[in-house]
């Protein structure tokens, strides 16, 4: 009976404690805030300088008309004025967007452009009196068009790839492999390739695939603005292959016979194509039209065709003894 009494004497404390607790934390939330929006009021008063991102494109247009190249997406203009009117600047669209007709900013056939001190004509109207513009800047301030020419141009890869030892890349394609660009015709002329964007794979082993954006060229535009390069690599093996020698250039009625006829082909190839190395795919030629002025040297053979997928191939007898015979 004592220990039931104590407890609840003990939850009854307990109880009053939290209230207690809960009052108090209360009404520290509540001079809190107080306090928070008198500092909030207080800081609107002050004099800041801030930098509001405004909104600008091209109006009007006309249909045969296309922009290769246009103005940033935003303009950054520096206003300094008390906190309260720089907060509304913040919240509301008193100054944005800009729009800026076509024919007004031209200022030949391929290019426009527009001032900073135009910009701050515009925007100075849907300001305060009190507001000050310190500074308008933007990436760039011209934009070019083209009345629709256009050209294929290939796309090249800008980089170093390169396998580690025993590998190398036995493909790699671009997609697309050409794209279209346009530009004003006299820009044209000057364009011959879309190159990728940097890129550097060094000591690579496996076959990879990857999306790679193409540069920008100024005053132009592509139809895309990125591409897919796949690089297929192999590992290398070294095999031999024993090759018929065959002759070249021979007159009629004379024979020219090599000792021996055959001779050995030393091939480095990728794993993927050692099945496809076969011999009657090399060609070995003794070019008569190449004899040896002293006919006790021998004669020099060459390599004139070989099997796709071969890295390097050469002739273990690179020279061999021969003999020529008039035919009766």
Not at 6 to 33: G, I
Not at 90 to 119: A, C, H
Not at 175 to 203: C, G, K, R
Not at 265 to 292: C, H, M, Q, T, W
């Amino acid at each position: 009976m004592d220990t039931l009494h104590w407890q609840h004497k003990y939850n009854d404390a307990k109880n009053l404690l939290f209230k207690l607790l809960n009052k108090e934390f209360l009404v520290f939330l509540f001079f809190l805030s107080v306090s928070a929006a008198f500092w909030f009021l207080s800081s609107l008063n002050e004099t800041y300088e801030k930098e509001v991102k405004v909104p600008v494109e091209i109006v009007d247009v006309p249909q045969n008309i296309v922009i290769t190249e246009g103005l940033p997406d935003s303009i950054r203009v520096t206003l300094k004025d008390k906190g309260f009117n720089l907060f509304k600047y913040t919240v509301n669209e008193d100054i944005r967007p800009i729009r800026l007709s076509f024919l007004l900013y031209t200022k030949s056939q391929s290019k426009g452009s527009v001032t900073p001190s135009e910009i701050q004509k515009i925007i100075k109207p849907r300001l305060n009196e009190s507001t000050t513009i310190l500074s308008v800047k933007a990436e760039h301030w011209d934009f070019y068009f083209c009345r629709g020419s256009k050209k294929r141009i290939p796309v090249q890869i800008n980089g170093n790839i390169s396998t580690k030892p025993n590998y190398y890349i036995s493909r790699c394609t671009v997609t697309p492999d050409t794209v279209t660009v346009l530009a004003a015709t006299e820009a044209l002329d000057t364009i011959n390739a879309a190159l990728t964007d940097v890129i550097s794979m060094e000591d690579i082993t496996e076959s990879v695939t990857r999306t790679v954006a193409l540069q920008h060229i100024k005053g132009a535009k592509l139809e895309t603005e990125e591409a897919s390069i796949s690089i297929i690599t192999d590992q290398l093996t070294e095999m031999t292959v024993r090759v018929p020698i065959k002759t070249s250039n021979v007159p009629k009625g004379i024979s020219l016979k090599t000792f021996p006829a055959h001779v050995d082909v030393r091939v480095a190839v990728g794993v993927r194509n050692s099945n496809a190395v076969k011999p009657e795919l090399f060609n070995v030629i003794a070019d008569y039209n190449e004899l040896p002025a002293d006919q006790s040297e021998k004669i020099r053979l060459k390599i004139t065709s070989q099997p796709r997928g071969i890295v390097k191939a050469f002739l273990k007898q690179p020279t061999v003894d021969y003999l020529i015979e008039t035919n009766k």
